[in-house]
C-alpha cells in the first residue's frame, strides 16, 4: 500500500541516538530501530506527537512552515486557535494578541474559536437529528480520526461529519478578505497558527474534506517570542477590537471545551492518547451507552497540550478559564444558509494497516508463526532489538523486516554455544604432536572469538565471560 | 485442523479489573487476520459478555478461542455453581446478580442474550454445583 498521507512528525536521523524511548511510547507501535536509528512507520504514524514529548535528544520533530508565511502573499491572513491565548501571562483581553498579530505584519487576523462556536451550534442540531448515530465524536482532532480510520472500523459512523473549526474559520476569514480586497484567491496567503503536529498534517492531508483552504502552519512557540514584543506595544485603551468570541469557543482549546458547547449533560470527553484509545474500544465493545457525544483530544489537556505550545497545558488551561470569565456565552452564530458548507465532503475510509496478509488464509499462517516465534523470545520486551515488544519483534520478523539474530538473548546465546565449540575443539588439538603449534591455533582462535564477541557487545562493555570457558 | 489458531485465556476469580483482558486480545488478533469488522464485534461482545459471567458468577475458569478458515469457536468453562434454570437466565433482563455487582454497573440480565444474539450458535451445558461450559460459534 502507497502512503499517500504527509506526515508532520518526522525524525532527525543526525540526533537520533538509537535509543528505544520513542518505540516503547508509540501509541500505534509505528516506531523501530533499525541499524541505530529510529524509523517512523508511515502507515501506522498517526501524528500525535508523543515521540516528540519523549525524545529525549529532540531527534522527533514537527514539520511545519518557518515564519516568513507571513509576508508570502499580497494579503495575509493568521488563524489564531484558543490554545494561544493560554500561552501568555496576565493576558486579560484577547484582544491585545489579536492587534499584536497585526503590528507584527498580518494582514488580518480570525479566530478558530469564532469559527468552534459555529461548529457548537451545528453539533446541537445533528445530535438531535441523527439519534440513531450517537454517541457521535468530535472529529476537531485530527489524529483521533487518523486513529479511528486505522483501528476502529466499526466507529467509523459515529464520526461527526462536520469540518474543523480550523477549516470553517479558514473559509469565514477567505470570504472575508476577498469581499474586502477583491483579490483573487492565489494572492491572499492563510496561515494558521498550530499548537500540535496533527493540525499540520492535517493542512496538507486532510480526512473528511478534499482540500484544505489553509496555506501554511506556523508553530505557537515559534510564533510566541516574536508576538511577545508587540503584545507589549499594543495600547489597551486605543486598540481595534476584534474579539468575535465568547466562553463556548475559548473553552474548546482545553479538554471538555468542546463538550460543553453542545449544551447537554450526556457526554464523555477524554485527553491523552492511550486514554482515548480506552475509550474507543470500550466503544467498540459497546460498553457504552446513553451518551450522545464523545469529545476527545489526542493531547494530555486538550489543544493546550500540544506538542508546539510552550506553557504547561494545566496552567494554560487554568489561564483560559481566568481570560473567557466575563465574556459572553458565544459571540459567532450559525448562519444557516451555510448550513450545508460546513458538512465534510468526503467519506472517511477503513484503512486495514495492521492486517497481518492480503488474505484470511496468509493472515493465518502468519500469526501461527507470530505465536510460534514468540515463546522462543525471552519475553523481557527490553526493546534491543529495535522492537517495542518480543510479540512485535516475532510480527516483524514474520514480516520479513527482522531477524531473529536481532534478539541479542538469542544472539548471546548463540555467541556462547560458538565459544563453547572452539574451546573443545583447541583442546582436542592439544592433544596432537606440534604442541607449540597448537598453543598458536589456540591463541588465535580464542582472540578471534573473543573479537567477534566484543563486536557484538560494543567496547564500552566489555565482556569476559569468555574466560569461564578456558579451564 | 493443525492450520487453526488456538489461544487459551484463564481467568481470575472476582478479578472485575482483569475481565476482559481476553475479548481485547481476542479482537486485537481477529483485527490483524483481517476479520469483516462486525464479526469482530459480535466475538469481542460476546466473549465478554461470558468473561464478566466467569467473575460475576462464577470462580473463574478458562476460555480457549480457535480461529479456523470459516469460523471462530469459543469455549467458556467454568468452575461455579451452575445454571440452575437455563431458559429462564436466558431471558432478557433476568439476572441473579448479587446488589454489590450491580452497583457495578454489572447484573442487567443481559449476559447470556447477548451472547446468543452475537453468536450463530450457543450451547450451554451445566452441572449444579461444579461449574458451566458455554461453546460459541461465530461463522465467518
Given amino acids: 500500500m502507497i502512503d499517500k498521507f504527509f506526515h508532520s512528525v518526522s525524525l532527525d536521523v543526525d540526533l537520533c541516538k538509537g535509543c528505544i524511548n520513542c518505540i516503547k511510547h508509540c501509541p500505534t507501535d509505528a516506531i523501530r530501530v533499525r541499524e541505530g536509528k529510529a524509523s517512523i512507520n508511515s502507515k501506522f504514524c498517526i501524528d500525535c506527537g508523543e515521540c516528540i514529548r519523549i525524545c529525549p535528544h529532540h531527534a522527533k520533530t514537527a514539520r511545519y512552515d518557518r515564519i516568513d508565511v507571513i509576508n508570502k502573499h499580497k494579503y495575509n491572513i493568521v488563524l489564531t486557535p484558543p490554545s494561544l491565548y493560554g500561552q501568555f501571562n496576565n493576558l486579560d483581553d484577547v484582544n491585545i494578541v489579536l492587534n499584536a498579530l497585526l503590528l507584527l505584519g498580518f494582514d488580518e487576523v480570525f479566530e478558530v474559536s469564532a469559527a468552534a462556536e459555529i461548529v457548537s451550534e451545528i453539533t446541537r442540531k445533528y445530535i438531535a437529528q441523527h439519534k440513531e448515530d450517537c454517541p457521535l465524536i468530535s472529529t476537531a482532532c485530527p489524529t483521533i480520526i487518523r486513529l479511528i480510520r486505522t483501528r476502529f472500523p466499526n466507529l467509523l459512523c459515529h464520526l461527526l461529519p462536520i469540518k474543523p473549526p480550523v477549516e470553517i474559520a479558514a473559509e469565514m476569514a477567505l470570504e472575508r478578505a476577498i469581499q474586502k480586497t477583491g483579490l483573487p484567491r492565489e494572492e491572499i496567503g492563510i496561515t494558521f497558527i498550530t499548537p500540535c503536529p496533527s ?137 444557516e444558509s451555510l448550513e450545508g458548507e460546513l458538512a465534510w465532503d468526503e467519506n472517511v475510509e477503513y484503512e486495514p494497516v495492521f492486517k497481518l496478509g492480503e488474505n484470511m488464509k496468509e493472515s493465518m499462517l502468519k500469526m501461527a508463526r507470530i505465536e510460534k516465534l514468540e515463546k522462543k523470545l525471552p519475553g523481557l520486551d527490553c526493546g534491543s532489538c529495535g522492537a517495542p515488544t518480543c510479540r512485535l519483534l516475532a510480527e516483524d520478523i514474520v514480516r520479513g523486516e527482522a531477524s531473529k539474530k536481532d534478539c541479542i538473548y538469542y544472539l548471546k546465546e548463540g555467541v556462547q554455544k560458538y565459544i563453547e565449540e572452539i574451546n573443545i575443539v583447541s583442546k582436542g588439538m592439544l592433544l596432537g604432536n606440534n604442541e607449540k603449534q597448537v598453543a598458536a591455533l589456540q591463541q588465535y582462535i580464542v582472540e578471534a572469538s573473543q573479537k567477534i564477541f566484543n563486536e557484538h557487545y560494543g567496547d564500552q562493555m566489555e565482556y569476559s565471560e569468555g574466560e569461564d570457558y578456558d579451564d | 485442523m493443525e492450520d487453526n489458531l488456538v489461544f487459551e485465556y484463564v481467568v481470575s476469580r472476582e478479578d472485575f479489573t482483569r475481565a476482559g483482558e481476553a475479548s481485547a486480545d481476542v479482537k486485537k488478533k481477529l483485527k490483524a487476520l483481517g476479520v469483516p469488522s462486525g464479526v469482530v464485534r459480535r466475538v469481542s461482545i460476546a466473549l465478554y459478555e461470558g468473561e464478566i459471567n466467569m467473575v460475576v458468577h462464577a470462580y473463574g475458569g478458562n476460555i480457549t478461542v480457535e480461529i479456523t478458515s470459516d469460523k471462530i469457536i469459543m469455549l467458556l468453562k467454568d468452575k461455579g455453581p451452575g445454571i440452575p434454570d437455563v431458559e429462564k437466565a436466558m431471558q432478557e433482563g433476568f439476572s441473579t446478580a448479587s446488589d454489590s455487582v450491580r452497583a457495578l454497573g454489572f447484573g442487567a440480565g443481559m449476559g447470556l442474550p447477548n451472547m446468543k444474539k452475537c453468536s450463530d450458535r450457543m450451547d450451554i451445558s451445566t452441572t449444579i454445583g461444579v461449574g458451566t461450559e458455554i461453546k460459541m460459534e461465530v461463522d465467518l
Fill in chain 1, 199 to 335: 493540525k499540520v498534517a492535517y493542512i496538507k492531508s486532510p480526512l473528511g474534506i478534499k482540500k484544505s483552504e489553509i496555506d501554511y502552519a506556523v508553530a505557537i512557540k515559534d510564533i510566541y517570542p516574536l508576538l511577545l514584543p508587540f503584545m507589549k506595544e499594543v495600547d489597551s485603551a486605543s486598540m481595534n477590537d476584534l474579539v468575535e468570541t465568547g466562553r463556548i469557543g475559548i473553552g474548546w482549546g482545553e479538554s471538555g471545551g468542546e463538550a460543553l458547547g453542545i449544551l447537554r449533560d450526556d457526554y464523555l470527553a477524554a485527553d491523552g492518547i492511550h486514554n482515548c484509545i480506552r475509550v474507543l474500544e470500550d466503544l467498540e465493545d459497546e460498553k457504552i451507552s446513553d451518551l450522545s457525544f464523545i469529545e476527545l483530544n489526542s493531547c494530555d489537556g486538550g489543544c493546550v497540550g500540544g506538542t508546539l505550545t510552550v506553557e504547561n497545558p494545566y496552567l494554560a488551561a487554568a489561564k483560559l478559564k481566568k481570560l473567557r470569565k466575563y465574556m459572553p456565552i458565544a459571540v459567532t452564530h450559525l448562519d
